[in-house]
């Protein structure tokens, strides 16, 4: 099964219908760190049972994958939780947004609180405190519909995006993962939205479409240039105090060893 490990460290998470088991397969060997095999939103309601078996009878369920329930309080919510439990898989919760629910249903479950209402942006810290959850995942296009604005509008969304990675870090998750960019075929739309999100603090980006997933992950990935600073900055020595006129202290160090450690460099454990 999917280990808490796996899903803090995805960068890339694809999601796919879970009515096509067609697709399952394509989606596992698409390149992504971790499959979403969507019961809610991708569903019509006439094909939900439909969507539960198909992903109950598919061996891949759970490895390097998690499926995406639909939410506490609809018709459907609880087969399929009981789904997910007897296979052991890992459990998107979509309209994250009372920790009541979701430690009620942690038991056993690893948990990605998706949060993409309003009332989930306010209890931000709540719900990534709450028992199970081991990351976060923002819903823009949820939340715009909400709110009334459009879900591309990086201006608009960035204090609801704020929020969930200083709940993230406040309660010692993993950095959350970015919602997705609907624009499928627009590469500079992607781009721009990938390093939006990973100025703001997130780790990684939901997809719609493997096309986005090498971009997500190279646009997540340490540049060139900060490799060589976290290098220059590790290098210099503990004893160091500046480095090319620049103050280096713990934090400074600390955010060096941790752009070593995403690119697996051995320097960032010395």
Known sequence: MSTPAEIAAARTLLFVPGHRP???????????????????????????ERARRAAAEWPGLGLRSVVRVNAPGTPWFEADLRMAAGIGC??????????????????????????ETALGAERAYEVCAAPGVVRAAFGNVDLAA?????????????????????????????PPVDGVTTAVRDPEALA?????ARR???SG???????????????????ESELRWARTILGAGKAVT????????????????????????????E
Do not use: N, Y
């Open 200 to 202: 703001l603090g997130f």
């Open 22 to 48: 067609d697709r399952f397969d394509k989606a596992a060997g698409s390149g992504a760190d971790l499959v979403i095999v969507d019961l809610e939103d991708a569903v019509a309601p006439e094909d939900k």
């Open 90 to 115: 890992p459990v998107m919760v979509p309209k994250a947004e009372d920790p009541a629910v979701l430690a009620e249903i942690a038991t056993g479950r690893t948990l990605i609180a998706l949060i």
């Open 146 to 174: 909400q709110l009334g604005i459009a879900h591309d509008d990086t201006l608009a969304l960035t204090h609801a995006r704020s929020r969930v990675v200083l709940a993230s870090a406040a309660a010692g998750i993993s």
């Open 242 to 269: 500046t480095v090319d006129g620049h103050m280096v202290d713990k934090p400074v160090l600390d955010r060096a060893r941790g752009i070593l450690e995403q690119s697996g460099e051995p320097h960032a454990r």
């Open 192 to 196: 721009a939205d990938t390093a939006h």
């Open 205 to 223: 980006k939901l997809c719609v479409h493997p096309a986005q997933i090498a971009p997500v992950a190279a646009g997540f990935a340490p540049t």
